[in-house]
């Protein structure tokens, strides 16, 4: 089982529509969760951290449910510069390790 | 204030040859990770540098070796290129440790490599 699953998508949606992300982890002690940004052919950016009570920024809200080992992100009224790929990330126990999933690419249509 | 950079951009080699990638963190970062990104993957941790020191390191054969200047930046070495090698090769720095977000890289735009 890989450490970080998450559906690769592609998820094609309207704007303004909401599009929900999942990613599962199979380190039950892992303790820190990140969302980051990949746009064609660019490196990875960080969208932001996943908090255990959540956390939101904008548009974007993240989830961390440890009992399903689940992490979620949610994305309110899409915009066309959202279509990117999502990557969940789990930080691997020392600064500079982390363990990326393989992206779920979003594509926001007009 | 320029952000990580990477070289050389793009380059093809074939199998069995050598390559050398260079990257210069960001400024007042002192750790610097590489990561190994295939089409369609996510990135994979190769290994990182911190003091001029491999401190961690991937799952990735002894073909993949490194080294970290004085001045922080770093080289990935990769030896009897494999066709299986060809992939973006993506530099990251962060803060020293314990004093950031641990899970905040910054990235560079990453040297894609082609081996034929």
């Known amino acids: 089982r890989k450490e970080v699953e998450q559906d690769p998508g592609p998820f094609n949606v309207p704007e303004g529509a909401t599009v929900a992300f999942n990613c599962t982890y199979s380190n039950s002690a892992s303790q820190s969760f990140f969302w980051y940004r990949q746009d064609c052919r660019k490196e990875p950016k960080l969208l932001m951290s996943v908090y255990s009570s959540g956390n939101e920024d904008g548009r974007f809200t993240a989830q961390l449910n440890r009992a399903s080992q689940y992490i979620s992100l949610l994305i309110r009224d899409s915009k066309l510069s959202d279509s990117a790929t999502y990557l969940c990330v789990n930080y691997g126990g020392s600064q500079g390790n982390l363990i990326f999933g393989k992206g779920t690419k979003l594509s926001v249509k007009p | 204030d320029a952000g990580v950079t990477q070289s050389p951009t793009h380059l093809i080699k074939t199998r069995g040859q050598q390559v050398t990638l260079r990257c210069s963190p960001k400024s007042g970062h002192d750790t610097v990770s590489w990561y190994q990104q295939a089409l369609g993957q996510g990135p994979q941790f190769i290994f990182q540098y911190y003091e001029e020191e491999e401190r961690q390191r991937g799952n990735f054969p002894d073909r993949f070796s490194g080294h970290q200047f004085p001045n922080y930046s770093s080289e990935l070495n990769v030896n009897a290129l494999l066709l299986g090698d060809s992939a973006l090769y993506l530099c990251?720095?962060?803060?020293?440790?314990?004093?950031?977000?641990?899970?905040?890289?910054?990235f560079g735009e990453g040297s894609r490599l082609t081996v034929l």
């Open positions: 990251a720095s962060s803060w020293p440790p314990g004093t950031s977000e641990p899970g905040e890289l910054f």
